[in-house]
């Protein structure tokens, strides 16, 4: 087998040999943990510092993020950026950025930042037609997750990324006699992007597990 199952111990010696924290982070994490079990929709954080990588190494300056919660990814996806790219975030909870604004202002990317609260596919729908986009972050409505992939791959440039959060679901993707929605949209959706080679796609176990989708260049077709 090529891969070490994690424990406690095990997880931990991982979170804390990566630069995995920051006291901006930390007290945005601390103010989520106090909305209760909810809290558990903030991504790890050793995901976070995957993604501001990842914007980062592929030089990323136009970045959308479908699903924003606290703001805690927002941040790790904007300090990637360089000081004159920008962040496009949707969400339909009103409540919730009220926490992301106020950490993004003391995380100094507050200017990279622009939420958009309602439906996502409203708001990608009426991006301009030159819109280009280099990364995405998908983690809202999982029975919308294929729209939301359909509808930023034809923005987003050769060789950009999209990262797609919670495509394990906790192992439920394994019960094939599951009726919930969420489910069935997840496998139907793994299954998707696994065939299609428009794309080059990894599911990695970070977390409750991510795939990373580069968007094939024109001569790789």
């Known amino acids: ?6 424990n406690e111990q095990l997880y931990d010696y991982l979170a804390n040999h990566g630069h995995n924290s920051d006291p901006v982070l930390a007290e945005l994490a601390k103010e989520t943990e106090t909305l209760g079990p909810i809290a558990m929709m903030q991504i790890a954080p050793e995901q976070g510092t995957l993604m501001s990588i990842l914007v980062r190494a592929i030089g990323a300056r136009s970045a959308v993020e479908i699903g924003t919660f606290t703001g805690y990814s927002a941040i790790c996806i904007a300090r990637g950026l360089p000081a004159d790219g920008r962040l496009l975030c949707c969400d339909i909870s009103e409540e919730w950025p009220k926490i992301a604004r106020k950490y993004w202002a003391k995380a100094g990317v507050a200017d990279r930042i622009e939420l958009k609260i309602g439906p996502a596919a409203e708001t990608l729908k009426a991006l ?14 999982k029975v919308s ?58 599911m990695i176990s970070v977390s409750d597990g991510i795939t990373i989708v580069r968007k094939r260049a024109p001569d790789e077709e």
Request: charged residues 25%.
């Open 145 to 202: 997750y294929r729209d939301y992939y359909e509808a930023i791959l034809p923005r987003l440039r050769p060789n950009g990324l999209i990262v797609f959060d919670n495509v394990l679901w906790m192992g439920q993707v394994l019960d094939k006699s599951s009726t919930s929605d969420d489910t069935r949209a997840l496998q139907a959706l793994n299954d998707f992007i696994a065939k299609d080679n428009r794309v080059q796609a990894v």
């Open 128 to 141: 301009p037609a030159n819109h280009q986009i280099d990364f995405a972050f998908i983690d809202a409505d």
């Open 1 to 6: 087998m090529k891969y070490t199952p994690l």
